[in-house]
């Protein structure tokens, strides 16, 4: 088996489709780290069985919250981390202690419409295919190697809403399985 940490910040779709994708392999999700108060994806969290690591950066520095995360993913062995709807940046120093892939979804190809309005901007585009995108994270915003495309032609008539929801049916379909090969090519002791 192989050992998964989900962070989050807002609703948890990802994070409850990657749950629930996780659940009858061998591998398990060991906690959701979230650093928002109430949010949604701890009471996913909570009914899903998965434990929860609630963590505040409000007055601290930002380093000695990665500090204690990283003694957290340690702790719990941990080998990759999926971001999923996480508003907070990993610095460098991050990713370098924790000695495993860190992996995120966005809601558009990369490198179009990196940051925070990819669906917006996506949206707003002139642009036929919409798709999204997973990446391995490094020190930018949303500039790290892709892992996987997937896009789809959108209709001249579709609304908002609409492109949005096939967005976030592509990430809960596509997100948990390049998870689960990845947890897979660990547990076999190949590089994930
Ligand atoms: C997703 O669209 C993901 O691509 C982006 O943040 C959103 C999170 O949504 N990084 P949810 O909280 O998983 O519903």
Not at 28 to 42: I, N
């Amino acid at each position: 088996m192989a050992r998964l940490a989900v962070f989050a910040s807002g609703t948890g779709s990802n994070f409850v489709a990657i749950a629930q994708a996780v659940r009858p392999t061998r591998h398990t999700v060991e906690f959701l780290l979230c650093d928002v108060a109430k949010a949604p994806v701890l009471d996913r969290a909570k009914e899903l069985g998965v434990p929860t690591f609630p963590i505040s950066y409000a007055g601290e520095k930002r380093e000695s919250v990665e500090k204690k995360i990283v003694r957290h993913l340690e702790r719990r062995q941990v080998d990759i981390v999926a971001l999923a709807g996480f508003m907070k940046l990993l610095t460098p120093w991050f990713l370098e202690a924790f000695k495993g892939p860190v992996i995120n979804i966005h809601p558009s190809l990369l490198p179009k419409y990196p940051g925070v309005h990819g669906i917006d901007e996506s949206f707003a585009s002139d642009d036929g295919e919409l798709g999204i995108t997973v990446i391995r994270v490094d020190a930018g915003v949303d500039t790290g190697p892709v892992i996987l495309q997937k896009s789809f032609r959108r209709e001249a008539e579709e609304t908002r809403k609409q492109v949005e929801f096939r967005i976030h049916q592509l990430e809960h379909e596509w997100y948990p399985q390049v998870l689960i090969s990845m947890l897979d090519r660990v547990d076999v002791g190949a590089a994930p």
